[in-house]
């Protein structure tokens, strides 16, 4: 697995922290892998945690929770217009493509100048070495590639559905699974 890849929660995965959630990995080494819950606002404003931050969020300007872990650390995750190199943006760390991490004590306007966008997480999501391995072949998630636009997607749009419907059969069967199937 490397860095820049989803993991979308399979309709079993009941996990309260974890029902239909897409999962951005950030971080993937021998000791652990790191994520981010895309798809999960919260109702706290990122210009109430973070000011400087606040006016360059995407919409909706609330914070995500990335995940169970550490939810009073903040991760923001800048998706850059077409043409920029990550490398060469100071404050940010490449994760693949156009996508970086924010270090949040650079500069709010350099990044944002550059940005199409950017997402801000309290918490991440996190497994030790051989965990995630054992979940994904219990068959807790599905890995797929993902899309830079993943990161900064409207809370709105079904993110879960639209993720797994862009695989093609089978996967994209499972974005029409109703989730309780007792009320199907």
């Known amino acids: 697995m490397t860095p820049g890849t989803l993991l979308v929660a399979a309709p079993q995965l009941l996990d309260d922290n974890f029902r239909r959630t897409v999962v951005f990995v950030v971080h993937h080494r021998a000791q652990g892998t790191l994520g981010v819950v895309?798809?999960?606002p919260s109702e706290v404003a990122v210009a109430d945690v973070l000011p400087q931050w606040g006016e360059h969020a995407s919409e909706p300007g609330s914070l995500f929770l990335g995940g169970p872990v550490e939810q009073r650390t903040a991760i923001c995750l800048a998706a850059m217009h077409a043409g920029e190199d990550v490398d060469s943006v100071s404050g940010l760390v490449g994760v693949r493509g156009p996508v970086g991490l924010v270090d949040l004590d650079?500069?709010?306007?350099?990044?944002?100048?550059?940005?199409?966008?950017m997402r801000f997480f309290a918490g991440y999501a996190g497994w030790d070495a051989d965990q995630l391995t054992g979940e994904i072949e219990r068959g807790d998630w599905h890995v797929v590639p993902a899309l830079p636009d993943d990161v900064i997607t409207s809370p709105g749009a079904d993110l879960w559905g639209k993720v797994l419907r862009r695989q093609g059969p089978p996967l994209a069967f499972l974005a029409t699974h109703p989730g309780d199937v007792q009320r199907n």
């Open 106 to 117: 650079s500069d709010p306007d350099e990044i944002a100048a550059r940005a199409r966008g």
């Open 38 to 40: 895309l798809n999960r």
